[in-house]
């Protein structure tokens, strides 16, 4: 039981995750993802964005490298507030783990930041 307890924490994964991005530029290489997280079940997980001054777009995926295998839609041109998302189906559920992708909306940006929590 007590390595179970150990395996758990070293995955990192939490009811509900944050995360704090640092977009950078060019394109290529700025995509973001956070640590994993739990999901609780709801049908309608989330991202509630402290602010950012660029449009972002954001997804959920399998918490392993290389993270573009998405499993929910993707969210375009987030910049404030909560952005729900739709899993697709087989993926959701009580009890598995993924992480908040994100990627500037615009091909070009300049360097900026985005932070907040979200709930698979």
């Known amino acids: 039981m007590i390595a179970l307890v150990i395996a758990t924490l070293s ?3 939490s009811a509900y995750g944050s995360f704090s991005f640092h977009f950078k530029p060019p394109i290529t290489s700025a995509f973001n ?3 994993a997280a739990a999901t609780n079940g709801a049908l309608s997980p989330w ?3 402290a602010g950012t001054t660029a449009g972002t777009t954001y997804f959920l995926a399998h918490p ?3 993270y ?3 499993v929910t839609d993707f969210r375009t041109n987030i910049t404030a507030g909560t952005a ?4 697709y189906s087989g993926y959701g559920g009580l009890g598995q783990a993924y992480t908040l992708g994100g ?3 615009s091909l070009y940006f300049l360097e900026y930041y985005s932070s907040g929590t979200f709930q698979p």
């Not at 729900?84 to 899993?87: E, I």
């Open 68 to 70: 573009t295998d998405n």
């Open 84 to 87: 729900y998302f739709t899993y």
């Open 103 to 105: 990627l500037p909306t």
């Open 64 to 66: 392993t490298a290389p």
């Open 47 to 49: 991202v509630q964005l």
């Open 11 to 13: 995955v990192g994964v």
């Open 33 to 35: 993802h956070s640590p």
